[in-house]
């Protein structure tokens, strides 16, 4: 064997390892930040800011608090309006977790229905269909439901016949079924 021979395999395999990594990094790229951060929080933040390293090299706390903190509960007064209401907060959960691109799962919302609401409010997946159909949202969020078409898929999980007083209302994100859930 030469010793060209040996340089032309060794620059193969080095070509090939690239590739491959390039090509792995590649696949997993939407996942990639977040294991980034979460294995820094987890192992060499505390390393980076122990007693022993100079106070002025130490790692700041605040790049591994989570930022993700549920906001206090949103209060919705007007049973006109209600289930438009609820198909913003569903939409901008949709937009919040990039069109179902997100890896995690997410809690976005807590709705709270207000004083105003004395009686119990029928809300159904079917007239929040017929919202966004009539709005032509059926291209951002998809909800192909039993009784209407609208989009390829279906993003909406509705687990609600009726709001009632005083009632909460959670609105999360399923990474999974990549879909959002109104319970």
């Known amino acids: 064997m030469k010793k060209a021979d040996l340089a032309i395999n060794t620059v ?5 390892t690239i590739i491959s990594i390039i090509l792995i990094l590649g696949i997993f790229s939407t996942k990639l930040p977040g294991f980034a951060k ?5 192992t060499f933040f505390y390393i980076h800011s122990a007693a022993f390293i100079p106070k002025g090299l130490r790692a700041d706390q605040n790049y591994c608090i989570s930022e993700n903190a549920l906001a206090p509960a949103e209060i919705i007064n007007d049973p006109e309006t209600l289930n438009i209401t609820v198909l913003g907060y569903v ?10 691109r997100y890896s995690d799962n997410f809690l ?9 609401i004395t009686d119990p409010v029928p809300i159904s ?14 291209d951002v969020l998809a909800n192909n439901d039993s009784i209407s078409d609208c ?8 687990n609600l016949d009726a709001i009632y007083p005083r009632q909460n209302i959670l609105i999360e994100y399923n990474a999974e079924n990549k879909e959002v859930i109104v319970s």
């Open 125 to 138: 997946e079917e007239e929040i269909t017929h919202i966004l159909i009539d709005e032509k949202m059926c």
């Open 38 to 42: 979460g294995i820094y929080c987890k």
């Open 12 to 16: 193969f395999v080095i070509l090939v």
């Open 151 to 158: 989009g390829d898929e279906n993003n909406i999980q509705w």
């Open 91 to 100: 939409i901008a959960c949709w937009k919040e977790m990039d069109y179902g």
């Open 108 to 116: 976005c919302f807590e709705l709270t229905a207000g004083p105003r």
